[in-house]
Nanobody, 124 residues
Framework: QVQLVESGGASVQAGGSLRLSCAVSGASVGSKFMAWFRQAPGKEREGVARIAANRDHLFYADSVKGRFTISRDSAKNSIYLQMNNLKPEDTAVYYC?????????????????WGQGTQVTVSS
């Protein structure tokens, strides 16, 4: 059974930084497409960043490019999202997701395994 558990969400001021973590069990992050999504109140869930399976090809949404970095630690079977220069519009629940099992399409890959989400709040 695949499980994804996010952590690291917090309330910060604009310009600050946070690092989100996603610990995975039941599958190997090294061999899967992994992604971060977010959902702000009243808005649809959107893809933020993706790391490809078996290689470190990265993709970012335009809204976070240059500020966010996705990474993977296969030894810890975890992925991370380093978020710098945070803005109030980054406020959302952030979800870790794994490719497979149908689900939400993001940059050519469907993500059907999800964590429970972690809240990020950025104040001005």
């Amino acid at each position: 059974q695949v499980q994804l558990v996010e952590s690291g969400g917090a309330s910060v001021q604009a310009g600050g930084s946070l690092r989100l973590s996603c610990a995975v069990s039941g599958a190997s992050v090294g061999s899967k497409f992994m992604a971060w999504f977010r959902q702000a109140p009243g808005k649809e869930r959107e893809g933020v960043a993706r790391i490809a399976a078996n290689r470190d090809h990265l993709f970012y949404a335009d809204s976070v490019k240059g500020r966010f970095t996705i990474s993977r630690d296969s030894a810890k079977n975890s992925i991370y999202l380093q978020m710098n220069n945070l803005k109030p519009e980054d406020t959302a629940v952030y979800y870790c997701a794994m490719g497979g099992n149908g689900g939400t399409l993001f940059f050519g890959v469907r993500y059907g395994y999800w964590g429970q989400g972690t809240q990020v709040t950025v104040s001005s």
